[in-house]
């Protein structure tokens, strides 16, 4: 079982950042992918940013060049650095993994961590 620590929420004003971190305990599992969801109120859990193992990533057009998210490979650490934040930012932030263990695709969740952005 892959386990996922969230951290790095809050509240922040409009126009100010935080960094979200979130390190997954690994063990036998081989880390393919590394993302960031977020679902706001009574809508759809979106993609927000995503990077590969190989390096590559992308965003939501929504957070493109304010939003980096960036990985720790010997850490198993991935971070969002969002900068610029605006209360439509808010939601609760969801890290995701990807990957294989024994052959099979695997994906797993980590339990969320709360983003406001006040006016």
């Known amino acids: 079982q892959v386990q996922l620590v969230e951290s790095g929420g809050g509240l922040v004003q409009a126009g100010g950042s935080l960094r979200l971190s979130c390190a997954a305990s690994?063990?036998?599992?081989?880390?393919?992918?590394m993302a960031w969801y977020r679902q706001a109120p009574g809508k759809q859990r979106d993609m927000v940013a995503v990077?590969?193992?190989?390096?590559?990533?992308d965003y939501a057009d929504s957070v493109k060049g304010r939003f980096t998210i960036s990985r720790d490979n010997a850490k198993n650490t991935v971070y969002l650095q969002m900068n610029s934040l605006k209360p439509e930012d808010t939601a609760v932030y969801y890290c995701?993994?990807?990957?294989?263990?024994?052959?099979?695709?695997?994906?797993?969740w980590g339990q969320g961590t709360q983003v406001t952005v006040s006016s």
């Open positions: 995701n993994v990807r990957g294989t263990r024994g052959g099979m695709l695997r994906e797993y």
């Open positions: 990077i590969r193992s190989g390096g590559s990533t």
């Open positions: 690994a063990s036998g599992f081989s880390i393919n992918a």
